[in-house]
């Protein structure tokens, strides 16, 4: 058989030829297994695994960039390790036999000259990362004794647009179609029990999609980045079809086309980065009930420029605002206690800010880059503890940050806020 690439050469080759540095190999008629990298890296255009060989072992032919055809026997060849063919960027003409029931974690990844490939329905299972960064994917038939899409087996396929996922698939993991921006429609099968964080993220073509009602566990950031996604329909749907609420939690937001929204008002907790750069939204109104809102919430979302946050919320997450450069003002309800990581950097629209009576933290970075700041009005009669290092620009001149009355000598002599002693008014 052919071994690692220490005892490649075991089985007898019939032809080992090149032509300015590219090779053909036939292998002798008796092999059974191409073993672990065994051809790493070398210069092949074309192979032809006779029909003796069931085992193609795991980064056999990694990194063979200049390998355009592989011609794999009908009936013999059953498992595919992983990294087999990764790497292999010209590879275009290849089929994958019937006879094959596995493939192992980024069998095929970056082989971005793959347009279409069909996988028997004996496959019954596939690793992860398989067709990752396979950008001119186009159509993939998947095997219907498939139970699970793993993490990552066609991120980054930009291309993808034509895909039907089998009956039987229970589970789609973490990152499974990640970037697939071709992806206009995906159904998703009735058997459908468990959704992976970030599974559809940057699936910018998608407009709509179907919860199945066997859905039971829906992880963080499935639906980020789906720019274009307008609707939500079965489980889990809002009555306007813009949010996914799952346990009174929002999950996911269909920003399509939103200027405004009022958040539902069963909702009492929202997740990390529901609303994470949702260009066209403006204004937004949460209702009282809310508890808890997650990190990153509406980062980035650079339209933004009126939010009603509740007067039930405690804290203002890490990075929430971060990168809102129209939000011109902001009214923090007298229930806040802590303002964490960057939650307002980069707001460049701030100028003045009031910060309640009940905030006991604020931590690093929580208004830096926010250069046009210039008026801050801090109730808290004790100086809230800083976590880490500035808070504010140190870009800002003529600052104004005004405390109560008898509290000026405690502001100016605290841990961090005495970098900022010549601003502090008190009074």
Not at 4 to 21: M, Y
Request: glycine share 8%; aromatic share 8%.
């Amino acid at each position: 058989m052919v071994r690692t690439r220490e005892s490649r050469f075991d089985a007898q080759i019939i032809s080992h030829t090149h032509t300015n540095g590219k090779g053909v190999i036939k292998f002798d008629k008796d092999l059974t297994e191409i073993g672990e990298n065994a051809f790493y890296g070398e210069p092949l255009i074309s192979i032809h695994i006779p029909k003796s060989v069931t085992t193609i072992g795991p980064g056999a032919f990694h990194g063979c960039k200049y390998l355009t055809t592989i011609i794999v026997p009908k009936h013999s060849v059953s498992t595919i390790g992983r990294e087999a063919f990764a790497g292999c960027e010209n590879l275009s003409d290849f089929s994958l036999p019937e006879s094959v029931t596995t493939i192992g974690d980024n069998a095929f990844e970056n082989c971005n000259n793959l347009q279409e490939i069909n996988l028997s329905d004996r496959v019954s299972w596939m690793g992860a990362n398989t067709f990752a960064n396979c950008t001119n994917l186009r159509k993939v038939k998947l095997p219907k004794n498939l139970t699970a899409i793993e993490s990552g087996t066609f991120k980054d396929c930009h291309n993808l647009s034509d895909i039907s996922i089998p009956k039987n698939i229970n589970t789609i993991e973490n990152g499974a179609f990640l970037y697939c921006s071709g992806l206009t429609d995906v159904a998703l099968p009735k058997s459908l029990a468990r959704i992976g964080d970030q599974a559809f993220r940057g699936c910018s073509g998608l407009e709509q999609i179907s919860i199945p009602d066997n859905v039971s566990e829906i992880g963080d950031g499935v639906f980020f980045d789906c720019m274009n996604l307008k609707v939500f329909k079965g489980k889990y749907a809002s009555e306007d079809g813009h949010c996914l609420i799952k346990d009174n939690k929002l999950i996911a937001f269909a920003p399509a086309g939103v200027k405004e929204y009022e958040i539902p008002k069963e909702v009492t907790s929202i997740a990390n980065s529901v609303f994470i750069r949702c260009n066209s939204l403006e204004r937004i109104t949460l209702p009282d009930g809310i508890l808890e809102m997650g990190s990153h919430l509406f980062m980035e979302c650079t339209r933004l420029t009126d939010v009603n946050l509740p007067k039930s919320l405690v804290e203002i997450n890490v990075c929430t605002f971060k990168g809102c450069t129209n939000l011109k003002e902001i009214i923090l309800p007298e229930s806040i206690e802590k303002i964490k990581l960057s939650a307002f950097e980069q707001c460049i629209g701030l100028t003045s800010i009031v910060i309640p009576q009940n905030v006991k933290s604020i931590h690093k970075s929580a208004f830096d880059d926010c250069d046009n700041l210039k008026s801050i009005f801090c109730k808290p009669t004790t100086p809230p503890t800083v976590e880490g290092d500035y808070m504010f620009s140190r870009r800002v001149s003529g600052r104004e940050i005004y405390v109560p009355a008898g509290s000026g000598e405690k502001y100016r002599t605290a841990a961090y806020w005495s970098r900022y002693a010549s601003d502090i008014i008190e009074g």
